[in-house]
């Protein structure tokens, strides 16, 4: 079965970089279209970044646009996102996202996502 598990995350100075990973299973990752979401306390699960089968195409939320790196190894069944210039209103649990169908993209909406991991916290202190 599909199984997607996040590492990396911690507790972090603002201005810090941590780099998260999502190492998957159950499935041929080169087909699918993989991405970040995250979710604080009390909000909603929002898009962070996401990063088509072939890495020739990568979206970011603007809120992260320029600080965060999505990428992909297919051949290792990896995904990961590196985040630099961390912020507190980066405080949430983050989780791997896998598309739904393959070949197509997840947008931004969580609808689009089949299957997630159980998610990492990134706390991020002022």
């Known amino acids: 079965q599909v199984q997607l598990v996040e590492s990396g995350g911690g507790l972090v100075q603002a201005g810090d970089s941590l780099r998260l990973s999502c190492a998957t299973s159950?499935?041929?990752?080169?087909?699918?279209?993989m991405g970040w979401f995250r979710q604080a306390p009390g909000n909603e699960r929002e898009f962070v970044a996401s990063?088509?089968?072939?890495?020739?195409?990568?979206k970011y939320a603007d809120s992260v646009k320029g600080r965060f790196t999505i990428s992909r190894d297919n051949t290792k069944n990896m995904l990961a996102l590196q985040m630099n210039g961390l912020k507190p209103e980066d405080t949430a649990v983050y989780y791997c996202?896998?598309?739904?169908?393959?070949?197509?993209?997840?947008?931004?909406?969580?609808?689009?996502?089949?299957?997630w991991g159980q998610g990492t916290q990134v706390t991020v202190s002022s």
């Open positions: 990063i088509n089968w072939d890495s020739t195409s990568t």
């Open positions: 159950g499935f041929t990752l080169r087909l699918y279209e």
């Open positions: 996202a896998l598309g739904k169908h393959i070949f197509t993209a997840i947008g931004s909406e969580a609808g689009g996502v089949g299957d």
